[in-house]
């Protein structure tokens, strides 16, 4: 069993900066990939960062390109996501997941592709 726990979300005014952390746990965790998704009230969940767990190869959502960073410590076990320049269409609840299996990059873009979720942390982006 994997856990995934998200911290770092609040409230910020628009152009400010939050750092969001994924804390993994479990007996065994060996993740080829871990990703970053959103979900804003009534709208899908969608893609924003992933990051191959052994290589470090990024990829982002061209809404956060140049704003957003992942990033991952193989020794901790824990995935962040920088959040600078933030804007009110970035409000949602951000959450992080785990691929176990090895996917493609394209199939990274996409949550049902994701093995493990975390419960979600709630960013707010004030005009």
């Known amino acids: 069993q994997v856990q995934l726990v998200e911290s770092g979300g609040g409230l910020v005014q628009a152009g400010g900066s939050l750092r969001l952390s994924c804390a993994t746990s479990?007996?065994?965790?060996?993740?080829?990939?871990m990703g970053w998704f959103r979900q804003a009230p009534g709208k899908e969940r969608e893609f924003v960062a992933a990051?191959?767990?052994?290589?470090?190869?990024?990829y982002y959502a061209d809404s956060v390109k140049g704003r957003f960073t992942i990033s991952r410590d193989t020794t901790k076990k824990t995935v962040l996501l920088q959040m600078n320049s933030l804007k009110p269409e970035d409000t949602a609840v951000y959450y992080c997941?785990?691929?176990?299996?090895?996917?493609?990059?394209?199939?990274?873009?996409?949550?049902?592709?994701?093995?493990?979720w975390g419960q979600g942390t709630q960013v707010t982006v004030s005009s």
């Open positions: 997941a785990a691929d176990l299996v090895g996917r493609s990059s394209s199939e990274l873009l996409r949550p049902s592709k994701y093995d493990y």
């Open positions: 990051i191959s767990w052994s290589v470090g190869t990024t």
């Open positions: 479990g007996r065994t965790f060996n993740a080829f990939a």
